[in-house]
Structure formats: C-alpha cells, structure tokens
C-alpha cells in the first residue's frame, strides 16, 4: 500500500500523484512552464486532442470562485478545452455551481485518495 496518507499528503505528493494518475489513465502529460498560469499540467487524449488543464491546490485550500474565473480565463489562450481541480479539501456548493457552467471538473480531498487507492501497487510506490 501506498505511504501517501491525508497526514503526509503536501503539496509536492499531490502535484507528483495527480500526474501518475493522469498518466495511468492513458492520458499525455506535460507539465506547464507558464509560470503565470495558475495550470500545473496539460492533459491530453484523442485524436483530434483534447486538452485539460489541470490545476493542484497548494495547501489545505480549495479554489474560490474567483480563483476558478482566472484559471479559465488564463487557460483559453493556452488552449485549453476543459478543466480538471485537484484540492486536498473539499469545495463548496457556489464553487460546485461554477465549476458545473465552466467545464471544470472537481477532484475533492475523499475522491483523490479514492482513486490513489485503486491505482496499481507499482504505480502508487513511483509516487513516493
């Protein structure tokens, strides 16, 4: 079993996981060197590709409406069709609300380490 718990669970563990995830799924990965986009990696699958920009808290917080406005305006011209946010806490019914108009998919702290927990053995040790 993985040693990555909620206790241990910062901000480089989480960035590190989402991408192994990410990859696991058969998804490209590349990370963002865009320094002022608030995007961590580009994800990308099919033929035409789509891509998801996928975006890790850092820290405990979530992403406020007004966070997510940015994300989306600051991810268009990087091309971006939807959005993936990956927090280690949980959203709330206004960031649920606007995420559900804007393409954006929420990945709260109980679903993340439900899926960490469904990877294979081999893929959660390369995360540690």
């Known amino acids: 079993m ?3 718990t909620s206790e241990n669970l910062d901000s480089k ?3 590190r996981a989402v991408g192994k995830i990410l990859e696991h799924s058969g998804l490209a990965v590349s990370e963002n060197t865009e320094e002022s986009s ?4 580009f994800a990308r699958s099919g033929d035409p590709a789509t891509t998801i920009g996928v975006s890790c808290a850092e820290g405990e917080n979530a992403f406020s409406v007004t966070e997510m406005e940015k994300l989306v305006t600051g991810g268009q011209p990087l091309g ?4 993936m946010l990956v927090s280690p806490s949980t959203f709330t019914p206004e960031e649920a609300e606007f995420a559900g108009k804007h393409r954006i998919t929420l990945v709260d702290h109980q679903r993340f ?6 990877l294979p ?8």
């Open 80 to 83: 971006c069709d939807s959005y």
């Open 121 to 128: 053995e081999a893929v959660r040790q390369d995360i540690e």
């Open 113 to 118: 380490m439900q899926t960490l927990g469904q």
């Open 13 to 15: 563990t989480l960035k």
């Open 2 to 4: 993985s040693s990555v």
């Open 38 to 41: 608030q995007i961590t990696f």
